[in-house]
């Protein structure tokens, strides 16, 4: 049996007479990770399944033409990501109580002591790169980059956001046959992860779609869930950002020769900023209700039919607010 977790492929014995249940506990310590925080996507069907697993017995699912995704983090790697949010919070404990107990500085007409103090209290404390993926050190600049963006960091000021951790996405982990998730905000900013790569890892993609996925992770900061405020935030955000490109520099923000992006990342799945947030510590993958079959279609209608509803979801959320108002007036 073989079973397909990040970018290498586990093989197993047949065991006779073993259920779901038991292949779902037998995988989770392999990778020694905590059954309820594992899943399996197996194709064709049932497709995807989380804890609790059933008893089914694998011989009633399974054909020769299954292939099963085990998709699962480390309680090792859980645990450091839990340890460095305690961490990004002390740090910003601490900082805080220095600020209180600082003594006053006299004011520098050539210096905007209140900005270099907001920046420091408004910011990403702590910025990790995924070590176990290739090259991490350009992950880390990438990262670095978002987080000194003078427009992110303008807006940032202006709503006082503060998140704890700012860091990348494993791709293999978080794209499904049916959905590819961009981005995700872990209980409203202690936790921003991005997807920087591309699915085959052989490049990573374009920093300005990187840069409106953080803008829009961003907003759950205040809102968690897709309505009319979430979206009117989201779009202020944007256009914060955008304007900064050009009152630095004059010019619009250029491509980064660094990062190279393939034309084709290798995908047919639609992409989406984020699945719901997180739910007992799980991300919630998956698409909408009003999802249709893209059997047959190309990767470019796949990604246009994507592009269309998320413009009907932006619009019925901006016709939504318009009619609040109405009712206000």
């Known amino acids: 049996m073989k079973v397909q977790y990040r970018s290498e492929t586990l093989e197993l014995d047949d065991i006779p007479d073993e259920?779901?249940?038991q292949l779902a506990a037998r995988l989770a310590t392999q990778i020694e990770a905590d059954v309820t925080r594992v899943s399996?996507?197996?194709?064709?069907k049932p497709g995807l399944l989380k804890h609790p697993f059933p008893d089914t017995p694998l011989s009633t699912i399974l054909t020769p033409k299954s292939r099963i995704k085990l998709v699962g983090t480390p309680a090792t790697e859980a645990q450091k990501f839990d340890e460095q949010g305690a961490a990004a919070r002390t740090e910003a404990q601490r900082r805080s109580a220095a600020r209180s107990s600082?003594?006053?500085v006299k004011y520098t007409p050539n210096h905007d002591w209140r900005k270099v103090q907001e920046e420091a209290t408004y910011t990403f404390h702590a910025i990790e790169p995924l070590k176990w993926l290739p090259n991490p050190a350009k992950s880390k600049r990438f990262l670095e980059r978002l987080a000194n963006d003078p427009g992110i960091k303008a807006s940032m000021?202006?709503?006082k956001f503060s998140v704890g951790l700012l860091t990348e996405m494993d791709p293999a982990s978080h794209t499904t046959h049916e959905s590819r998730t961009l981005g995700l905000n872990r209980n409203a900013g202690e936790v921003i992860e991005l997807r920087l790569r591309t699915d085959a890892y052989d490049g990573y993609r374009d920093y300005k779609v990187i840069r409106k996925t953080l803008c829009h992770e961003l907003?759950?900061?205040v809102w968690g869930e897709h309505d009319a405020n979430f979206w009117k935030l989201t779009r202020e955000i944007e256009k914060e950002v955008d304007q900064n490109d050009t009152l630095h520099g004059g010019h619009k923000l250029q491509a980064n020769a660094e990062f190279y992006v393939p034309d084709d990342d290798g995908g047919d799945a639609e992409e989406h900023f984020d699945g719901g947030?997180?739910?007992?510590?799980d991300f919630v993958l998956g698409?909408?209700?009003e999802a249709q079959s893209e059997e047959g279609l190309s990767r470019r209608e796949i990604i246009a039919r994507a592009a269309m509803a998320r413009a009907r979801k932006e619009q019925e959320a901006k016709e939504a607010e318009a009619e609040e108002q109405r009712q206000q007036r």
């Open 19 to 21: 259920t779901l249940s």
């Open 40 to 44: 399996l996507f197996i194709l064709p």
């Open 102 to 104: 600082a003594k006053t």
């Open 157 to 159: 000021r202006k709503h």
């Open 219 to 221: 907003s759950h900061n």
């Open 277 to 281: 947030g997180w739910t007992g510590g």
């Open 287 to 289: 698409r909408g209700r």
